[in-house]
């Protein structure tokens, strides 16, 4: 929000709902993670323009539950034991929590979703809070340096072209080396060997941008 305010970004926002989703509490069988918990204590959305969107869960719409309920019989194992929470909007791209990788706190890593052909996930961030911290990082990148501030066909995306960014996760880049998100990311089954040979080579961009970081 202070990145938002700084840099005069169009954001719409809605008031967070009576009773808002609760830490652990059940969403069609999955428990909630507490980050977001935490968020939709504070607001019931977030959306900005053509870009980043948090669904809106206010008291007046659902669309936490109605985007969970809208993939969940389409997706295969095990892209449907995820929970979404949001996305690029206009794609087709959804950010979602892995609630059977929480840790102890109950805290759950962050994956963006692509169902365009053969679905796929890609990890980019240990927790809610790492996630919204590499938005966050994202708009200041952007905003702080001229010529991609002045041509928004000239900035990367989010979370692909800025791999440095998404790398400063430590946390995270551990659980890949351990190979915690394996079962999930790797399903040759369903999968080309050209996605798989992607995800290989996104594993492989974080782990570079860490070793250039020190």
Not at 176 to 193: N, V
């Amino acid at each position: 929000m202070e990145a938002i305010r700084k840099y005069e970004l169009h954001v719409r926002t809605s008031p967070p709902a009576a009773c808002a989703q609760r830490a652990g509490e059940p969403l069609l069988g999955r428990p909630f993670d507490p980050m977001l918990a935490a968020f939709y204590n504070r607001l019931g959305g977030l959306s900005f323009h053509l870009d980043l969107y948090i669904a809106t869960s206010d008291g007046q719409m659902d669309e936490l539950l109605l985007e969970n309920e809208g993939v969940q019989p389409y997706w295969p194992e095990p892209f449907r034991t995820l929970l979404v929470f949001g996305g690029q909007e206009a794609l087709a791209y959804r950010y979602a929590t892995v609630p059977n990788m929480a840790d102890a706190q109950g805290f759950q890593p962050v994956v963006e979703v692509d169902p365009y052909e053969d679905i796929y996930a890609l990890p980019i961030a240990s927790n809610v809070d790492r996630f919204f911290d590499a938005y966050t990082r994202y708009l200041e990148f952007i905003y702080e340096t001229p010529e991609l501030r002045d041509d928004p066909d000239a900035r990367p995306t989010f979370p692909r072209g800025v791999p440095e960014i998404i790398a400063a996760d430590r946390t995270l880049l551990g659980m890949l080396a351990e190979g915690r998100f394996d079962p999930l990311m790797f399903q040759p089954e369903i999968q080309t060997e050209e996605t798989l040979e992607y995800l290989r080579g996104w594993v492989a961009k974080l782990r570079a941008a860490s070793q250039k970081a020190g």
